[in-house]
């Protein structure tokens, strides 16, 4: 029974993120914009992966797919959190991620996957990866809650797996900057350290904990994926990291979702 409801809260969590045609309930409390808000640093860095996947001709269907969705779900999440910003600061940063989000966007659809395309695409999802990080840290803050820290750093995971994803397409198809390897490697190490502050987390039901062991078992592939760059078939071992990248992203979207739901204190 335990396992059936597993895979029910699974599919329904992991479709809010996947079905983008689904319309979005407006943010109602603290612990859900935490949640939206860590939810767009993660698409800053998803989008990018997409894009360089489309231009390496990898998975090609599913990469289209992936950045439209993306697209979508950012633009829809965006307009609420800036509804719902609880203060000044907080306002003004998702205004600033606005200005920021349209020149991104630009460059995501303005023109077919390219090189140049790839590299302003890679500069600006840096960019935007840090409005969107900045908005989340306000919003934890202004919680002050165990709960939000939860969802903040979870959140945090689900934005790392994405972003080693990125940098190891953008080396694989030649539009990487001169800190992309050593960016990939510093995701790889904050992921592991993240995984284990959640994993002693007082707050952790034993919901939480199966689904913080499921990712675990995801990120030993998806690790073993990241691990090969260079060792063979390029178009086989980025396939491998596109397909992975996936799988570990639905398990943490579940994680993020129960932590979202813990009482606040």
Partial sequence: MKSFIGRTVRAVLVGSLLAAGVAQAQITDINAAINKAGRERMLSQRMAKAYFQLGLGVDIDRSK??????????????????????????????????????????????????????????????????????????????????????????????????????????????VADADSAAELEKARREFTVGHKELGSAAANTPQLREGLDLVNQQWFFFENALGQRGSGDWKRLSTAVATTSERILEEMEVVVGLYERLPPR
Avoid: C
């Fill in 65 to 174: 797919k992936v950045l439209d969705s993306s697209i979508a779900f950012f633009d829809r999440q965006l307009v609420e959190l800036k509804n719902f910003a609880p203060t000044p600061e907080t306002r003004e940063t998702y205004q600033k991620l606005e200005a920021a989000w349209i020149a991104y966007k630009d460059s995501l659809v303005g023109a077919p996957p390219n090189p140049e395309g790839g590299r302003m695409v890679l500069a600006l999802s840096e960019q935007v990866l840090a409005l969107a990080h900045q908005g989340t840290v306000q919003l934890e803050k202004h919680a002050g809650t165990t709960a939000g820290r939860l969802v903040n750093i979870s959140g945090r995971q689900r934005m790392l797996s994405q972003r080693m994803a990125k940098f190891y397409q953008a080396l694989a198809w030649g």
